[in-house]
């Protein structure tokens, strides 16, 4: 019963700490498909405030810092699971909570030496344990019940605008006490996340090579999870910043849509179900679609329909692709293989550069898509598509973010699985 306020202690093995990743992200997935019975019943891992539950929460921790792309997904259902448990608290229970909170807060401040945000959040914290614990004792003593709190140390409840405001205080009754709680809690993440980058220990453990392998089993867990890796939905108005992490299939889609306002059928299909996977909302679907449809065409342009013309029926086609018409069915992105076998007529947009370009255009496209100085590898990737393609374009992803693909595996399914392995690369810090 906790916040984590502790790293876990003891000696593990690499198994115990694959598993924990595994069932922390099960968790995840249960929370998400609000699937409450099997949230946490049946995961040894998740038993509350266990060696393993610990070990996990840290595990993650650790995650969320280096990838700012899985820093909200950690926070996020890290405060959902306190919810749960809250949730399913009797009265004695929360009180042993609270307890058992307001003695940790004590030993964290010990092992405080220096002033500063974290030693006032814990004095912070430890005030309302001790009111909490008080309220607990006698619910019905009105005078006891209220709570004053500086409105930084719980943001979510500022942002609800239910509770009275004076001078920077928030007054919270104690009934409220497990909304309190998990802002603290969420406040206490964002803290804990931020003064982790100022600890030598938790360098020391980002370089040993067991957290390594672990981190990256966790990221690729991430990377391949279609609902978490979604957590949030894509920010259109960072879209071009997007197109970064795209793979050079949809990237040339992409370039190709911006030059000619227009995609053939299958092109268009195939970057709508592209662009669904990676989170584009349907509301910003439609209008990502109706901004290139509504401008004139290219003269080369296979397509020359307009959205004016058939507004009906593209609404109609995008919402279909979302499962939200016909046989409710929700596409997913084809898989690399699917792509590359597909067979392009002349002319024909789409498939997969490692596949359908010959050497010249794929020569012409990496020497655009590489940094500069690492031209000198387009050779190498044109090589190893040659005897599979889905190796060259791997072999240009380990290029592109400068990492030995050897060691780091990076491996991808589908188009969407490359854009969020890349993204929760670039968004290592
Ligand atoms: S291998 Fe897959 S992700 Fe890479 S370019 Fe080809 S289809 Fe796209």
């Known amino acids: 019963m906790s916040f984590y306020l502790r790293p876990p202690k003891g000696i593990t093995n ?7 990743v595994r069932q922390r992200f099960l968790c995840y997935q249960n929370i998400i498909n609000e699937d409450i019975t099997n949230t946490i019943v049946d995961l040894e891992c998740l038993v509350e405030d266990s060696v393993l539950d610990r070990l996990g929460h840290h595990l993650f921790r650790l995650l969320a810092l280096k990838s700012r792309h899985f820093y909200t997904v950690f926070i996020e259902h890290e ?37 500063g945000k974290v030693k006032n959040y814990f004095i912070e914290l430890s005030s309302v344990c001790l009111k909490l614990l008080s309220y607990f004792r006698t619910p019905d003593n009105v005078s006891k019940a209220q709570i004053q709190l500086h409105f930084s140390y719980c943001f979510d409840l500022l942002a609800k605008r239910q509770y009275d405001i004076a001078n920077g205080m928030l007054l919270i009754n104690c009934t409220e006490w497990k909304a309190l709680l998990l ?77 000619n306002n227009r995609l053939g059928h299958n092109a268009r299909f195939d970057f709508s179900l592209y662009l669904k996977d990676i989170g584009v909302e349907i509301t910003d679907a439609f209008e990502f679609w109706r901004k290139f449809y509504s401008k004139q065409h290219s003269s080369c342009s296979s397509c020359t329909h307009s959205w004016e013309q058939n507004e009906k029926r593209y609404i109609y086609g995008i919402r279909h692709l979302y499962g939200l018409e016909g046989s409710r069915k929700s596409y997913n992105v084809k898989d690399c293989s699917q792509i590359q076998n597909t067979i392009l007529g002349a002319n024909e947009e789409g498939g997969c550069p490692f596949q359908h370009f010959d050497d010249n255009n794929l020569r012409s496209l990496l020497k655009n898509s590489l940094p ?12 190893e598509r040659r005897g599979n393609p ?25 188009p969407a699985e490359y854009y969020f392995l890349l993204k929760s690369i670039n968004s290592e810090v």
């Open 390 to 414: 889905k190796k060259g374009c791997e072999k240009f992803l380990d290029f592109l973010v400068e990492k030995d693909a050897v060691n780091d595996e990076l491996h991808f399914k589908n």
């Open 14 to 20: 690499i198994i115990n700490l694959e598993t924990t």
């Open 372 to 383: 500069v100085n690492r031209s000198e590898k387009i050779e190498t990737i044109i090589n």
């Open 79 to 115: 405060v959902q699971l306190l919810g749960l448990r809250l949730a399913s608290y009797n009265p004695e229970d929360a009180k042993n909570f609270v307890k058992s909170l307001k003695s940790q807060c004590a030993t964290c401040l010990e092992a405080i030496k220096v002033d």
């Open 183 to 259: 802002s603290l809690y969420k406040s206490y993440l964002h803290l804990a996340l931020f003064d982790m980058k100022f600890i030598p220990q938790v360098n020391d453990a980002l370089q040993d090579e067991r957290i390594k392998s672990v981190l990256i089993l966790a990221r690729d867990l991430f990377c391949k999870n279609n609902s978490l890796r979604k957590f949030g939905s894509l920010d259109m108005t960072r879209f071009e910043e997007e197109t970064g992490n795209f793979p050079l299939c949809m990237k040339t889609l992409y370039n190709n849509l911006s030059k």
